[in-house]
């Protein structure tokens, strides 16, 4: 049974095998593409997002010291008027200014 074709016909299968499986890692590979690494990219937009964040708190604390200092204004221009007020009320000389 056994011939000399036989050996030969056994290399031309392992090759045909050999192939088909070459030829579909060769496809697995063209199906997936190649993808640079995520961490640059997503510890860019991490340090941007870190970025915008500072930006609303620096905001946020100007306009805290701005309301403040404005609040602290009124208040020393009323107390300026009441005591305006109460010096022309009661220490005045000219009485018929009033």
């Known amino acids: 049974m056994s011939s000399p ?3 030969n016909r056994q290399e031309k299968i ?4 050999q192939l088909a499986r070459l030829r579909k890692l060769e496809a697995e590979i063209n199906q997936t ?6 961490e640059p990219r997503r510890s860019l937009q ?3 997002k870190a ?3 500072a930006k609303f708190f620096g905001i ?4 805290i010291v701005s309301l403040q200092f404005g609040l602290w204004l009124v208040q020393m221009i009323l107390i300026g008027g009441v005591a305006w007020v109460i010096y022309k009320l009661l220490f005045s000389d000219d ?3 009033l």
């Open 5 to 7: 074709n036989n050996p």
């Open 14 to 17: 392992r090759e045909q095998e």
């Open 33 to 38: 593409p190649a993808t640079k690494p995520q």
């Open 46 to 48: 991490q340090l941007r």
């Open 51 to 53: 970025i915008e964040v």
């Open 60 to 63: 946020v604390i100007a306009i």
């Open 95 to 97: 009485r018929s200014n």
